[in-house]
């Protein structure tokens, strides 16, 4: 087996444009969070988590995310480079962010909730920024897409169940539950679908890169020179 080249560069050249997406994520997250009226359902489980353990909230979510991958390899959802720097640089920024407090943070409960719906476009738009890249999903949204892909749904029924069953989970480990958590659940997965579909974006037909994709065999590579 040896390295494509061609098609590692290629996705390599893609990082920058993906850790912006996953800053654009992580401030999302946190500014969900410091409504005060619940969090996200990930977040609610990685709270959980994190409260019972003495964890930062950010180290909690990279580690989740570790678990998740070893899941989804296990159903046959493969990982890619997009997946690997998602588990890491989410976690990150959210930290710093959370550390720094560069969120807005309303008094009158009227504005706590325009703002966490600001804060659930800005999250899922950031989902939308790192998978139009096409270099594999995050961990949790690899299995979101793999689940739309073999169940052939549309990503608002399957978001939506999978975010309810998380958020079940995250709420009996202590995580806070409130009616920010409610909208976020079942508003996140309709944003999703609409910024997937104002953005022309199918993800039942677009390929996610897998880390495997850039190994290429001696066989393939001989079959190839003889096509050109």
């Not at 159903?75 to 976690?91: D, E, H, Q, R, S």
């Not at 710093?96 to 804060?119: A, E, M, W």
């Not at 939308?128 to 890249?133: C, E, H, K, P, Q």
């Not at 958020?167 to 609409?194: A, K, P, Q, W």
Request: hydrophobic share 45%; proline share 3%; net charge positive.
């Amino acid at each position: 087996m040896k390295l494509n080249r061609e098609l590692f560069t290629e996705d390599i050249k893609k990082i920058p444009g993906l850790i912006l997406a996953f800053a654009i994520c992580g401030y999302g997250m946190i500014q969900i969070k410091v409504v005060n009226l619940g969090m996200a359902p990930w977040d609610t489980l990685d709270l959980g988590i994190s409260n019972k353990t003495g964890m930062d909230f950010g180290k909690v979510t990279q580690i989740v995310g570790l678990v998740i991958i070893f899941f989804s390899i296990a159903v046959k959802i493969y990982p890619g480079i997009a997946t690997i720097l998602n588990m890491f640089f989410i976690g990150f920024f959210a930290d710093i962010i959370s550390k720094f407090n560069i969120v807005l943070v309303p008094q009158h409960y009227f504005l706590k909730i325009i703002v966490l719906f600001y804060g659930n476009i800005i999250l899922n738009y950031g989902l939308y920024s790192y998978l139009r890249f096409e270099s594999g999903a995050g961990p949790r949204d690899g299995l979101m897409v793999g689940l739309v892909k073999t169940t052939g749904l549309d990503v608002k029924y399957i978001k939506t169940g999978m975010e309810s069953i998380t958020l079940i989970i995250g709420y009996l480990l202590g995580g806070t539950v409130g009616i920010g958590t409610i909208i976020s659940t079942f508003s996140g997965g309709y944003m999703l679908d609409r910024i997937f579909r104002w953005k022309s974006f199918d993800p039942k037909t677009v390929r996610q890169r897998r880390l495997t994709d850039y190994l290429v065999s001696d066989k393939e590579k001989m079959i190839a020179k003889d096509g050109e």
